[in-house]
């Protein structure tokens, strides 16, 4: 038998995709399963994207390319942060990958490694610690409250520095609690960050789909110097709807993308080469699609925030960003729900599913007990159809 790698043996499965495969199981058995698990929009990708990759196709574009992306798209993404956040980035600064966890990969695997130290503010996304912990390095997580809008502030991350640190990764708006930064909150990090001399990986992917008076900031733009010390991470998938397509990108100092392009060279060399036109077409076409989905989020966003906050022993904050509520079932710990002991987050996500038949991803796994994560990219009918049974499966328990 062959052996497994301390590495791999130490990477655990990713919960959201755990919980979308169990709803999957679950459908396949024929119960009939509401799945606010994925962090995936439910719209189809727009027309004249998928125009562009047939137009590709038809023309031959079916072949290898650079390997850190075609150069109309490393033009056309640096276009875009110039136009839309004044960022000075050439189109060497740019790499393009399979998607923003491909970019985040390479972002880790190309600045730390063993003995370094990388800080993470909690929640955060499921992926963040084990993609850490795949180089080598160690994470060390700060904890955010639901009073403090699940953000970490400059006097938390100052005492947290350590002389391992090297790193600190910045998720705004953010997966899973929908929390903004404001533009001030960001300075403050940044200052300290400039004196500690740290690196910064700020993951952007939800920067178009903010609410109400929410306001999304390129962490790089904000003193000068910074974006020699920070790698931004984005992509199409949310903003676009094209989860499917694989495509994310980076901009940073050209040293580490040069470093990130060699590391992706070897692993998996350019990212698929039709997808790339459907990127460019999405960044230099009309944005209106983007605009479109933008305000049926923020519609959905009200609906589910009051649904839930109507739920006995629920609280779901206002999420100012991205497409989740992240809201508090502490209340129910301890309690016997659907013949079920609920003792923490992933019991209640558990029983959820299997009584009632509604999806829902465990607080734990973001690195915050007590919470759970619902998306509501899905239609308002499943919202509420969805709501409506959480409130049979609590009044019942």
């Not at 998607?99 to 990388?118: F, R």
């Not at 974006?227 to 580490?256: C, D, F, H, N």
């Not at 925030?305 to 809201?327: M, Q, S, T």
Request: proline share 5%.
């Amino acid at each position: 038998m062959l052996p497994i790698s301390k590495m791999a043996a130490a990477v655990q499965p990713s919960a959201t995709l755990a919980a979308a495969a169990k709803a999957r199981q679950l459908k396949a058995e024929g119960k009939n399963i509401i799945d606010f698990s994925l962090g995936e929009p439910d719209f189809n990708t727009p027309a004249h994207i998928c125009d562009a990759a047939t137009k590709a196709m038809r023309e031959g574009k079916t072949h290898y390319t650079a390997a850190n992306g075609i150069p109309e798209l490393r033009g056309a993404i640096a276009k875009t942060y110039k136009k839309i956040y004044g960022l000075e980035a050439t189109p060497e600064q740019v790499i393009v990958s399979n998607g923003a966890k491909h970019s985040l990969h390479n972002a880790l695997a190309a600045t730390v490694g063993p003995g370094d130290e990388v800080i993470i503010p909690t929640p955060y996304w499921v992926s963040y610690s084990d993609l850490v912990q795949m180089t080598g390095a160690s994470y060390k997580l700060i904890p955010t409250t639901e009073a403090s809008g699940f953000k970490m502030t400059a006097a938390q991350l100052k005492a947290a520095i350590s002389p391992r640190s090297r790193l600190v990764m910045l998720n705004s708006p953010s997966n899973p609690t929908g929390s903004v930064y404001t533009r001030a909150e960001l300075e403050a990090l940044a200052d300290v960050i400039l004196d500690a001399k740290l690196g910064v990986i700020s993951d952007e992917i939800y920067e178009r789909l903010v609410f109400g008076k929410a306001k999304a900031t390129c962490f790089a733009t904000l003193r000068p110097g910074l974006a020699e010390q920070t790698i931004t991470i984005s992509g199409v998938s949310k903003s676009y709807a094209m989860t499917g397509w694989r495509m994310g990108w980076a901009l940073g100092p050209l040293a580490v993308v040069k470093a990130m392009a060699n590391v992706q060279s070897q692993e998996t060399s350019n990212p698929s080469s039709v997808s790339q036109y459907a990127a460019l077409a999405a960044l230099e076409g009309e944005q209106g699609c983007v605009e479109t989905m933008r305000k049926e989020f923020e519609v959905r966003r009200e609906l589910v925030v009051k649904r839930l906050n109507e739920l006995p022993g629920i609280r779901c904050p206002l999420p100012d960003g991205a497409f989740y509520a992240f809201f508090s079932v502490a209340n129910h710990f301890g309690k016997t729900l659907g013949g079920r002991k609920v003792t923490d987050s992933a019991s209640f996500c558990a029983a959820a599913l299997e009584i009632a038949h509604v999806n829902l991803v465990q607080g734990s796994a973001f690195g915050m007990e007590g919470y759970v994560r619902l998306s509501f990219a899905t239609s308002r009918e499943q919202i509420n159809e969805g709501v409506d049974r959480l409130a049979r499966f609590l009044r019942d328990g």
